[in-house]
């Protein structure tokens, strides 16, 4: 015979074994028979902690609120190199002009991996129009929503919200499990295992800063100020209360008691968000030193180089990452998408592969690679690619797939394709400024230049960090005689890529002839 496993042990296992559901329902049952049982109790909070648990060291993506309750912009002009505001460019750039490299609507050039709170323009980040980040963040999609046509703006941190509706899910039909509003903290403090699962309850799963910060004020007194868990919790709860510069004081104390890598990441993460890049570079360099062969840290550094523009000293940290760890996907999609805009696509499509032969498998990674195979050389693989990222793509990439079969079309020469490809990507996401350029200049092949202007347009309206719109447009307004319109857009590419050659010879010739008139 079989004895029966106590409940009490198996939702032991079931929590190790990261089966929260059957965990949570164990200890559901057993505080039905005993509402007193701590261990019961103390398991099925961390079960459903754990359930609601995120990774928060890394930034986040910034809503509506953010950029419109931001008191922590010091700078308005920062010196180049030292803000993400104004990343280095020209000669003292040592990345790819915004001819070879696509950009963000940040100004920033595409890096390979879409990271948290790289997409997202601060107030007066990336554009030469006040207000813009404002228009982008309301015309911006959810993230993991689709078109933008198709979701409202982000008003608030995507993943709380996200854990807001998972805390519901397993709260159950009895209401919540804990109360936190009538809790006795002060009680709680005094026991410290208690009281740490139940600030991680309050924090991850109710969002309730408030009680955050007065178990946390409680339970540091108790342990004399000596605690550096519990000042790292404050310094979470103030970081998304928006009061980051005392964020950044419970952090450094608790770095002073005890010196420990998540410190070091929610520091940086605080300092990105002040616009403080140097700051954050600094913490991780010393970090680096104390810990050796850590990636986390050398990710950190380089993400922030890649966003000063030090193209160079990005790679050179991810070439270290890849030493250490050879699967590193962040390290090889990066790398894979700077040797593909090098004009070093043969390169580039073994990262690619190396990507699938790892397991990811999604329609980003089979596009580039049929970008890689066209560009190489290889035809015959080019298309049964595309087919396959077609295949697997969903709402939100679509659009990019289409515009990348569309650039292989023009490619081969075929422009009546390439002119469908692009109307399938302005028609699946009509914000797709790219598409809508290629478009225009089809048109213009096709002496269509009333739709043209209206494609240059459409395109300026969505996005206004797309510098070829402004120059396209300008070309045609001078050939309509439109010379005022003409300089006006000129005006605007240069603003936005200030070493187009070509815009400056039309500079020049527009000015010649305004002279001359």
């Known amino acids: 015979m079989v004895a029966d496993v106590h409940p009490i042990w198996l939702a032991q296992s079931k929590l190790r074994r990261r089966r929260y559901d059957e965990c949570i329902q164990l200890c559901t049952d057993a505080l039905q028979r005993n509402p007193v049982d701590q261990v019961a109790w103390y398991l099925k ?51 790819q002009s915004p001819v ?13 991996f879409v990271r948290p709170g790289t997409s997202a323009a601060r107030p007066g980040t ?38 807001g509706t998972a805390s519901l899910a397993a709260a159950g039909h009895g209401g919540p499990f804990i109360a936190a509003e009538r809790l006795d903290l002060r009680k709680y403090a005094a026991r ?76 940086a993460k605080i300092s990105t968000r002040l616009d403080q890049p140097l700051a954050a570079l600094s913490l991780f360099s010393e970090a680096a030193g104390r810990h050796p062969g850590d990636i986390g840290l050398l ?21 270290q990452v890849l030493a250490l760890d050879a699967s590193n996907v962040e390290a090889i999609a990066c790398l894979a998408a700077d040797h593909f805009y090098s004009d070093q696509p043969e390169l580039a499509l073994r990262y690619y592969r190396r990507l699938l032969q790892m397991g990811v498998v999604s329609a980003e ?19 049964s690619c595309f087919e396959r990222a077609l295949a697997l793509a969903g709402d939100a990439a679509l659009p990019d797939i289409w515009y990348n079969i569309g650039q292989v079309a023009i490619g081969i020469g075929d422009l009546s394709w390439a002119q469908q490809c692009f109307r399938l990507a302005a028609a699946l996401d ?54 005022q319109e003409a300089v006006s857009q ?9 070493e187009h050659t070509d815009s400056l010879e039309l500079k020049k010739l527009l000015k010649a002839q305004l002279n001359a008139l």
């Not at 990710?299 to 070439?319: D, P, T």
Request: proline share 4%; glycine share 8%.
């Open 490 to 498: 000129v005006k605007e590419a240069l603003a936005l890529y200030p």
């Open 100 to 112: 070879v490299r696509p950009m963000t609507g940040s100004g920033r050039p595409l890096t390979g």
């Open 365 to 383: 990674t089979w596009a580039n690679l049929g970008l890689c195979c066209f560009y190489a050389g290889q035809y015959d693989f080019t298309f």
């Open 192 to 267: 410290p295992h208690l009281a740490r699962v139940l600030c991680d309850y309050i924090l991850y799963v109710d969002h309730n800063m408030q009680k955050v910060l007065e178990l946390a004020g409680h339970a540091t007194a108790e342990a004399g100020f000596a605690d550096w868990w519990w000042k790292e919790r404050l310094g979470k709860a103030y970081y998304q209360l928006g009061l980051l510069r005392d964020a950044e004081k419970q952090l450094a104390s608790a770095a002073k008691n005890q010196d420990m890598l998540v410190l070091t990441h929610q520091l």
């Open 45 to 95: 909070c961390r079960a459903i902690t754990l359930k609601s648990w995120i990774d928060d060291t890394e930034i986040e993506e910034e809503g509506v609120a953010d950029l419109l309750m931001d008191e922590h912009n010091v700078a308005q002009v920062a010196r180049p190199g030292t803000s993400l505001a104004r990343p280095m460019t020209g000669a003292a750039a040592s990345g």
């Open 126 to 163: 990336g554009s030469t129009k006040p207000g813009t980040a404002l228009a982008a963040a309301l015309k911006a999609a959810r993230p993991g929503t689709g078109s933008s046509s198709s979701s409202r703006p982000l008003t608030t941190s995507g993943r709380f919200v996200r854990l």
């Open 430 to 483: 009509p914000g797709h400024a790219e598409a809508l350029n290629n478009l225009g200049v089809l048109q213009l092949k096709r002496r269509q230049p009333q739709q043209a202007a209206s494609c240059f347009r459409a395109g300026m309206k969505a996005a206004d960090h797309v510098f070829e719109l402004h120059y396209n447009a300008a070309l045609l307004a001078h050939r309509q005689g439109d010379l």
């Open 299 to 319: 990710l950190g550094q380089a993400r922030l180089q890649e966003g000063l523009g030090n193209r160079q000293a990005a790679l050179a940290l991810y070439h």
